[in-house]
């Protein structure tokens, strides 16, 4: 069977292309670890290859003979949420059957219930662990993944039994337990509703050595994933393609192999294997993978109702700052994979497909909102009229601006928003929208590609106590347009101070020119 690029669980070789697991991370600093007798963390976004990485792991210590390495997903457990005994219960469920599986050991499956109903739910844990660390042939490892799905009371007891074996170890107790998730176990918040406390990771679970992150491919890891493609097809894939590439997923590990797969599996242009992927063809399949919404994206867009993620998404989109954000919200979003600090620039969205989703999810309300445009934007010969642009832009912000505001999930960037949504009207699948925006910048800059034209727009707040935008606007503007090499923009000012006209009498649009001498319009709305 020939092999493809994974986008639904873990990778299996002989099924999909996946990169030498181990590789991922420092093999030798883990074996030291688990040598060393520590407990530890390794932590990383969603769908990044956690769990290909634990399973790899656990078959290598396993070929080695010294250790009996056990990897075990404990999310089940998440539905039982503060009910302990049934959360317990789930977690040593999940422990039996992948010990019976991958070890062919039944010693947990056979003591289940006998020791839950000696020690109860807050000690069975501890318990077990312990009688079965005791007649294994072989230190234990336990691998146990996605720790951070389980909430309350039910996640409290688990660290804490597990701190409480910590001292026994390797006779009495697994040797080293490795906690797998979305964040670092220094980060959980967590809230008892048996004791109405509020429980640190860090103090709930006290013994960790060490916080390891698994990061996303490189640039060459990219390259060397779809070189497999290459090798076994002889499909190939154009400088610019891998580039372009690099571009839209920051090597972020789903959204390579969705790229590659919608690419060259499931587009009719990219089944020929005699013609090569292009860039083109790379920036179609980010689009319909942004339209299907898989589970990935879908997974994302859910976070953005959580108030701490509004905090800092809601400035960020509309680039102005952070206003006493708390680190514990910033540090969320970074371990979700949403955003990524960069050296010397700050927080950025982690990649340009992340960068367009949230936007367009944001806007969901508002886009169905809008009523039927007729596109009288176009020049006989379809391409995209500027002029014709403006007006068309000028009657739908003074006819429909005002109940529109009112449509996004985050109203305090509903300008940015609507005008947005407006242009993915304009461009309707067929053209694209660039966007940049960041904390801080005080703009966003939109580049519109549509039918041979480029427009690009920078967009700022005139909000209260704050002078007018105007003269940095044009100085954005004008390096934004050099940046492009065009000549021409719109510079659209949102006054959003408090006593303004209605948004029909205040938005007008004036020519001005830029301090590089660029002719551009200054749009007021």
């Known amino acids: ?23 991922r991370f420092s093999l030798p600093e883990l074996e030291a670890l688990i040598g060393a007798q520590q407990y530890f963390v390794l932590h990383a976004p969603r769908q990044t290859g956690k769990t290909t990485c634990l399973l790899a792991l656990q078959d290598h210590l396993n070929e080695r003979g ?20 049934d959360g317990i219960h789930a ?18 499956e056979e003591n289940l219930k006998d020791t839950l109903d000696d ?12 009688r079965w660390s005791q007649q294994s042939p072989k230190p234990l490892v336990l691998l146990l993944d996605e720790v951070d799905a389980l909430v309350g009371d039910t996640l409290i007891s688990v660290l804490r039994q597990l701190r409480a074996g910590y001292p026994d170890r390797p006779r009495a107790f697994p040797q080293t337990v490795v906690l797998c998730g979305v ?21 709930a679970f006290n013994v960790k050595a060490e916080s390891l992150r698994l990061g996303d491919f490189t640039e060459a890891d990219v390259a060397e994933l779809y070189a497999m493609h290459t090798r076994e097809t002889g499909h190939a894939f154009s400088a610019d393609a891998l580039a372009e590439a690099w571009r839209l997923t920051r090597g972020q590990p789903w959204l390579v192999n969705a790229l590659a797969y919608e690419a060259c599996f499931r587009m009719a242009e990219g089944k020929d294997r005699g013609q090569p992927v292009t860039k083109e063809l790379f920036r179609q399949a980010a689009e319909n993978v942004i339209l299907r919404r898989d589970t990935h994206l879908d997974q994302l867009v859910d976070k953005l109702r959580e108030p701490r993620v509004r905090r800092v998404i809601a400035p960020l989109v509309g680039g102005e700052r952070l206003e006493e954000v708390p680190e514990d919200d910033v540090q ?8 990524r600090r960069e050296r010397g620039v700050g927080l950025r969205v982690a990649n340009a497909i992340y960068r367009e989703v949230l936007p367009r999810m944001l806007n ?27 007006e068309a832009f000028l009657r739908f912000w003074r006819q429909h601006g005002e109940p529109l505001l009112k449509t996004p999930a985050y109203p305090e960037i509903a300008p940015h928003l609507v005008l947005m949504a407006f242009l993915q009207r304009v461009t309707n699948g067929e053209g694209t929208i660039e966007r940049e925006y960041a904390v801080g910048t005080g703009r966003v800059d939109l580049c519109v590609s549509y039918a041979g034209e480029t427009l690009a727009l920078d967009l700022k707040v005139w909000r209260e106590g704050r002078s007018d935008p105007l003269p940095e606007g044009l100085e954005q503007l004008d390096s934004y347009l050099a940046r492009l090499s065009l000549s021409t923009g719109w510079l659209v000012l949102f006054d959003q101070r408090s006593g303004q006209p209605p948004i029909e009498r205040r938005t007008t649009a004036e020519p ?4 590089g001498g660029r002719a551009v319009t200054v749009i007021r709305a």
Request: charged share 20%.
């Open 91 to 108: 977690v040593l469920s999940s422990l039996a059957d992948r010990a019976s599986l991958a070890l062919e050991d039944r010693f947990v």
């Open 332 to 339: 969320y979003l970074i371990d979700l994979g949403l955003l």
């Open 183 to 203: 964040r670092d176990v220094r980060d959980y918040r967590i809230h008892s509703s048996r004791t109405q406390e509020i429980v640190t990771g860090g103090s």
């Open 364 to 390: 969901v309300v508002t886009q169905d909102s809008i009523p039927a445009l007729h596109p009288t934007w176009l020049k006989p010969d379809g391409r995209l009229d500027l002029n014709a642009l403006l």
């Open 66 to 85: 010294e250790l009996r390495a056990l990897y075990v997903n404990i999310e089940p457990a998440q539905a039982a949420r503060d009910n302990v005994p």
């Open 512 to 515: 001005a020119v830029t301090p």
């Open 1 to 23: 069977m020939k092999r493809f690029f994974n986008t639904a669980g873990p990778c299996k070789p002989d099924l999909h292309y996946v990169l030498p697991p181990l590789d």
């Open 119 to 130: 020690s109860g739910p807050h000690a069975g844990l501890k318990t077990l662990l312990s």
